[in-house]
């Protein structure tokens, strides 16, 4: 079965850093990654993504502050939060748009969720 497993969440200061790790295993094949982020009482919003040729997108909100990089060999997908601002706070999901062993076809599947708080 398919894991994502992440790490790196937690409290940071405004304008401080952060870097979310999310590990993926059972997957033979890896077409994309991405991360996606829930406020309390808000819409979940993606964030970022990135494929397996390294082709990334981002939200408008945090262009120029996040990047988003993965290891391929790895299965690995990183979010590295520069210029932490209040409204960042919220729980960051990543997902694989993946291959599970012993399937066909793509699906999209999902960490368990990371939380990010920022003070001020």
């Known amino acids: 079965q398919v894991q994502l497993v992440e790490s790196g969440g937690g409290l940071a200061q405004a304008g401080g850093s952060l870097r979310l790790s999310c590990v993926g295993s059972?997957?033979?094949?890896?077409?994309?990654m991405g991360w996606y982020r829930r406020a309390s009482g808000k819409q979940l919003e993606l964030v970022a993504t990135i494929t397996s040729g390294d082709s990334t997108n981002y939200a408008d909100s945090v262009k120029g502050r996040f990047t988003i990089s993965r290891d391929n060999v790895k299965n690995t997908v990183y979010l590295q939060m520069n210029s932490l601002r209040l409204e960042d706070t919220a729980v960051y999901y990543c997902?694989?748009?993946?291959?599970?062993?012993?399937?066909?076809?793509?699906?999209?599947?999902w960490g368990q969720g990371t939380q990010v708080t920022v003070s001020s």
């Open positions: 997902t694989a748009d993946a291959i599970q062993g012993g399937k066909l076809g793509l699906d999209k599947y």
């Open positions: 059972g997957m033979i094949f890896v077409n994309s």
